[in-house]
T-cell receptor, first 112, second 113 residues
Framework: DTAVSQTPKYLVTQMGNDKSIKCEQN?????MYWYKQDSKKFLKIMFS???????INETVPNRFSPKSPDKAHLNLHINSLELGDSAVYFC???????????FGPGTRLTVT | SQKIEQNSEALNIQEGKTATLTCNYT??????LQWYRQDPGRGPVFLLL?????KEKRKERLKVTFDTTLKQSLFHITASQPADSATYLC????????????FGAGTILRVKS
């Protein structure tokens, strides 16, 4: 049983396109996150939702829009993709309080 | 802003030895600190959490210390094995809002047999 799953695993697309990454967790957690890991391996938080409510919104271009249809899902939609968006995107979940986060396998986005 | 520093160079050790990884931080007093393991092509996996009022935490071959005066955490793996080879990430909470975790860049550990 996969605790936190993401689709797709790999995403190759051209500049200017719009794409979405989906995330689902079956751990019963209330809080979900999106992280970006760049080529230098820094893992930086982008967004956090608690029970479908946005609670963390880092300095992320507004081309990135998270959507949480229910507390088990947090999707990431990216408009007008740019070369600099190329990275690995991780979804994670936890109980409220941020303790012990469970990460998905990541989505490697390559923008050409 | 908070700054987290981990050993920038890879740590190479011989199987059976104790690996010690360092996490230093500045400009913040975290309520707790976490360590994660990340293998290539995979997401980070939670290992241990230590709170500000705890000096030391153990789990099997793992030990974490937390010195809030020195603003440092040490992560030890005793009797290291080649399977312990991975990148180890230190993360601090940032509770001004939303319980955000701030991660260090990680230290690559290579255990040679």
């Amino acid at each position: 049983d996969t605790a936190v799953s993401q689709t797709p695993k790999y995403l190759v697309t051209q500049m200017g396109n719009d794409k979405s990454i989906k995330c689902e967790q079956n751990l019963g957690h209330d809080t979900m996150y999106w992280y970006k890991q760049d080529s230098k391996k820094f893992l930086k938080i982008m967004f956090s939702y608690n029970n479908k409510e946005l609670i963390i919104n880092e300095t992320v271009p507004n081309r990135f829009s998270p959507k949480s249809p229910d507390k088990a899902h947090l999707n990431l939609h990216i408009n007008s993709l740019e070369l600099g968006d190329s990275a690995v995107y991780f979804c994670a979940s936890s109980q409220p309080g941020g303790l012990e986060q469970y990460f998905g396998p990541g989505t490697r986005l390559t923008v050409t | 802003s908070q700054k987290i520093e981990q050993n920038s160079e890879a740590l190479n050790i011989q199987e059976g030895k104790t690996a010690t990884l360092t996490c230093n931080y500045t400009n913040y007093s975290p309520a707790y600190l976490q360590w994660y393991r990340q293998d290539p092509g995979r997401g980070p996996v939670f290992l241990l959490l230590i709170r500000e009022n705890e000096k030391e935490k153990r789990k099997e071959r793992l030990k974490v210390t937390f010195d809030t005066t020195l603003k440092q955490s040490l992560f030890h793996i005793t009797a290291s094995q080649p399977a312990d080879s991975a990148t180890y990430l230190c993360a601090l909470d940032y509770m001004e809002y939303g319980n955000k975790l701030v991660f260090g860049a990680g230290t690559i550990l290579r255990v040679k047999s």
